[in-house]
């Protein structure tokens, strides 16, 4: 596999803000050496781990080490899997990939990702060797790892196919705010694209847990890709 841009950025999905709006960020990429250097800094390698806060995080399991960096937006700016792995050249193969939460010592996690899992996460006996690898590269580091396995032979309900193999979503099943600093140096590095797509009640629901009323719900909208795709054709 050859090396990706040394950015990648998705733009099949939006960043939401504070108060509740969206953004897409997009390229040409104004400052790529300060997008690439901050968020660099955020990536946590084997011992740095264990400590890290609880959230959201994309993980990449490599010969050499373990690799997670924190999510923070719903476009998942700089937490992608192929920026992870073009980040860290000196830690060897790709060994295996996907979406975790971590709470405390526990790790609930799936084998989500396009780049990595999807071209070799084939069949149920792929899906064990892929989850003994994980689950010993989280042990090691003193973590108590869940991989979200599908009923009926595992422990969550699922609602599409994919899921049968490589476990349940996180990131796509999760409302993400990203913070307001971020949003400031999001507009430093990278090409704005102001979108109006409307809210979800559900979103509009947990923003308004997590915000206040007064901040959440001034504009309504559907679920990332299904609404922007859709937002996009019309």
């Known amino acids: ?3 990706p841009p040394p950015f990648v950025l998705k733009t099949d999905r939006p960043t939401l803000t504070s108060d509740g709006t969206y953004i ?23 011992d740095q781990i264990p400590s890290a806060n609880n959230g959201l995080y994309s993980w990449l399991l490599k010969e050499e080490g373990l690799i997670m960096i924190p999510v923070e937006s719903e476009q998942e700016i ?35 990702s396009g780049s990595f899992m999807k071209p070799n996460l084939k069949t149920k006996a792929d899906q ?16 108590y790892p869940i991989f ?39 507009r430093q590095f990278f090409t704005e694209e102001p979108l109006d797509v409307p809210l979800t009640p559900r979103t509009v629901a947990q923003l308004n847990n997590a915000l206040g009323p007064k901040k959440a719900g001034r504009r309504r909208h559907t679920r990332k890709r299904r609404s922007l795709n859709k937002r996009r054709k019309n």
């Open 128 to 143: 064990l060797r892929f989850i003994q690898r994980a689950n010993k590269a989280f042990r090691t580091l003193g973590l």
């Open 24 to 46: 897409m960020f997009t390229k040409p990429i104004k400052d790529i050496d300060s997008a690439i250097s901050f968020f660099k800094e955020k990536m946590l390698i084997n």
């Open 78 to 112: 700089g937490s992608v899997h192929a920026n992870l792995w073009s980040w860290t050249p000196t830690l060897g193969k790709v060994l295996a990939a996907g979406e975790l939460k971590k709470e405390g010592t526990k790790i609930e996690y799936n084998l989500q």
């Open 1 to 3: 596999m050859s090396l």
């Open 148 to 186: 979200l396995k599908c009923k009926p032979d595992g422990i969550v309900e699922c609602d599409i196919p994919v899921e049968d193999l490589s476990g349940k979503m996180i990131l796509d099943t999760a409302t993400i705010i990203t913070p307001d600093v971020d949003i400031f140096l999001y």
